[in-house]
């Protein structure tokens, strides 16, 4: 099963792992945060996100490290891009929560669907809400994965 770690801004990567433990309270030991403070080195940074990423890959079944950050560009992304592989872990940016859930629910398909889904679950997970009926919502993207799959 593969593992997700969350780098970005405080207070942002702790308050998007304690929505998914909200919403599937067996992530927790899957489901790890680290929070890049303004007051801490980006080496520190490095440091800490080093031994999060070995603690998760030490996980019984772990198969592999997604890691979501939020601003490409920026701190995390840049510490983040010194953690990954590209084969047992891969790294996207832009994290938000629909995106984090579509994570989570299919954590124990391969790395690269993994990534697939993530990125699918994040853009439906933005839209603008029509204030009227919902048959005025826009119709679902006809490239989803899963055409069954109603959770964001």
């Known amino acids: 099963m593969n593992s997700i770690l969350i780098i970005a801004h405080a207070p942002l990567a702790h308050a998007l792992r304690q929505c998914a433990l909200h919403v599937f309270p067996d992530c927790g030991a899957s489901v790890a945060a680290l929070d890049v403070q303004p007051n801490v080195t980006p080496e520190e940074t490095l440091s800490a996100a080093r031994i999060t990423m070995a603690q998760l890959s030490d996980l019984p079944r772990a198969t592999g490290v997604l890691v ?76 989803d994965q899963d055409h069954h799959d109603h959770q964001q």
């Not at 990534?115 to 699918?120: D, E, F, K, P, S």
């Open 68 to 143: 979501l950050v939020d601003v490409f560009g920026a701190t995390p992304c840049n510490v983040a891009q010194k953690l990954v592989d590209g084969v047992n872990s891969k790294l996207f940016t832009g994290v938000n929560l629909p995106m984090l859930l579509r994570t989570v629910s299919y954590r124990h398909e391969s790395l690269d669907a993994l990534v697939a889904r993530g990125v699918v679950g994040g853009t439906q997970g933005v839209m603008q809400v029509a204030i009227t009926a919902p048959q005025n919502q826009a119709k679902r993207i006809k490239n």
